[in-house]
């Protein structure tokens, strides 16, 4: 059985740092891309980027260019994304998920990781 | 970027009922479309790829169709479990993705 289990939540100021794993299991890290979605509270899914573990290469949405970065560890099959400069508006809930084809929708997905940014 | 417009953005129904939910982009996706279904604080789950292709499990109830710019999520029967939110989802050559705004289908 697959499961994607993340880091707890975070309470953090503006201007902080926070870096949230995603450790995976019940199929092989590398042969999935992991994709990281957040959720602001009341609102929609937001794609962040996506993350190749088999050789660290990662895409970023544009938004996030500069502030974001996404890694694996393939000894411990996790992968875990650092979002800085956090401002209020990065209050959400942040998803990993697993794909595949990734033009194939994403298969699994973690249970997710409440981040706050609060003064 | 694309952006994907979904109709309407609520949905009153009753069980038993067949709704249908649209999915607009802005410009050609092929038909690499998804369409999840989100219940409150859960994670989503994907229902559809590839337009129309029903993910493993998925009752058959669920259908998707359409290809270009317009798609459709059709439940044929509405049962108790299916209320709850839905998003299209893209993901394009690029390697851009972006979801839809989000349709919330309740009773």
């Known amino acids: 059985e697959v499961h994607l289990v993340q880091s707890g939540a975070e309470v953090k100021k503006p201007g902080a740092t926070v870096k949230i794993s995603c450790e995976v299991s019940?199929?092989?890290?590398?042969?999935?891309?992991v994709h990281w979605v957040r959720q602001a509270p009341g609102r929609g899914l937001e794609w962040v980027g996506l993350?190749?573990?088999?050789?660290?290469?990662?895409k970023y949405a544009e938004k996030f260019q500069g502030r974001v970065t996404m890694t694996a560890d393939t000894s411990t099959h996790s992968a875990f994304m650092e979002l800085s400069s956090l401002r209020s508006e990065d209050t959400a809930v942040y998803y990993c998920?697993?794909?595949?084809?990734?033009?194939?929708?994403?298969?699994?997905w973690g249970q997710g990781t409440l981040v706050t940014v609060s003064s | 970027d694309i952006q994907l417009t979904q109709s309407p953005s609520t949905l009153s129904a009753s069980v038993g009922d067949r709704v249908t939910i649209t999915c607009r982009t802005s410009?050609?996706?092929?038909?690499?479309l998804a369409w999840y279904q989100q219940k409150p604080g859960k994670a989503p789950k994907l229902l559809i790829y590839?337009?129309?292709t029903l993910e493993r499990g998925v009752p058959s109830r669920f259908s998707g169709s359409g290809s270009g710019t317009e798609f459709t999520l059709t439940i044929s029967s509405l049962q108790p479990d299916d209320f709850a939110t839905y998003y299209c989802?893209?993901?394009?050559?690029?390697?851009?993705?972006?979801f839809g705004q989000g349709t919330k289908l309740d009773i």
């Open positions: 989802q893209q993901f394009n050559n690029y390697s851009q993705c972006s």
């Open positions: 993350l190749d573990p088999e050789d660290g290469k990662t």
């Open positions: 590839k337009a129309s």
């Open positions: 410009q050609s996706v092929n038909n690499w």
């Open positions: 998920a697993g794909s595949w084809d990734s033009t194939e929708g994403f298969d699994y």
């Open positions: 019940g199929y092989t890290f590398t042969d999935y891309f």
